[in-house]
């Protein structure tokens, strides 16, 4: 079965500082990675959805990258925002069951202004 | 458009009670899913559909069943609570299958005492 974990589990930065957000699974046959920002009682809200055939996507400040053969996909936010505080999922699809998508517990990230 | 609509947003259940979560989204996705988030454990898949008229298990089914007699909505049925389904409940949606992004709702909250 596959497993996805995400260290840490908290980071705090203070703004401006570029980071990296890490994702492992255990399992590289996926079908893809997708990134999620989820604020505090809300819902998931997609960031990038990068397909098992691609190394990464970039969408404004945010670039995820994907290695099926690490088993890693890292999440890179340039120039951090307060406004970027929230906790981040990611979620790899399963080749062998392509409704299953795999969760990891997330990381949630405090930018101090 | 309103995207992913859940009701109810929060709900105190007594064990052994039943209930109905109704998931409703305006975007004619064809792929509907239910998971549950608790602390620590990420999002499980509970039951998912692909069309109209069709439900299948996810990885967390026992306890609960579906329905999905119209594409625009995906009902989540609760027939005997238990302490143990006090969770936090997401309904997603994808236009056709892994290869596009999920859409999530704002949750369901549900505490069983």
């Known amino acids: 079965k596959q497993e996805v974990t995400q260290i840490p589990a908290a980071l705090s930065v203070p703004e401006g500082e570029n980071l990296v957000l890490n994702c492992s699974f255990t399992?590289?046959?996926?079908?893809?990675l997708q990134w999620f920002r989820q604020d505090p009682g809300k819902g998931l809200t997609s960031l990038l959805l990068?397909?098992?055939?691609?190394r990464e996507q970039t969408s404004g400040r945010l670039n995820a990258s994907l290695d099926k053969s690490s088993g890693r996909s890292t999440l890179y936010i340039a120039a951090s925002q307060p406004g970027d505080s929230a906790t981040y999922l990611c979620?790899?699809?399963?080749?062998?069951?392509?409704?299953?998508?795999?969760f990891g517990s997330g990381t949630k990230l405090n930018v101090k202004p | 458009n309103a995207g992913v609509t859940q009701t109810p947003k929060f709900r105190v259940l007594k064990t052994g009670q039943s209930m109905t979560l109704l998931c409703a989204q305006d975007?004619?996705?064809?792929?509907m899913y239910w998971y549950r988030q608790d602390p620590g454990m990420g999002l499980r898949l509970i039951h998912y559909?692909?069309?109209?008229?069709?439900?299948a298990k996810g990885e967390v089914p026992d306890g609960y069943n579906v329905s999905r007699l119209k594409k625009q909505n995906f009902l989540l049925g609760l027939e005997s609570a238990a302490p143990s389904q006090t969770s936090v409940y997401f309904c997603?949606?994808?236009?056709?299958?892994?290869?596009?992004?999920?859409?999530f709702g704002p949750g369901t909250r549900l505490t069983v005492t």
């Open positions: 997603a949606s994808t236009r056709q299958g892994p290869s596009y992004e999920q859409y």
């Open positions: 399992d590289s046959a996926i079908y893809n």
């Open positions: 990068i397909q098992s055939s691609q």
């Open positions: 979620a790899a699809g399963s080749t062998y069951n392509f409704n299953k998508f795999y």
């Open positions: 975007m004619n996705h064809e792929y």
């Open positions: 559909s692909v069309g109209e008229g069709t439900t």
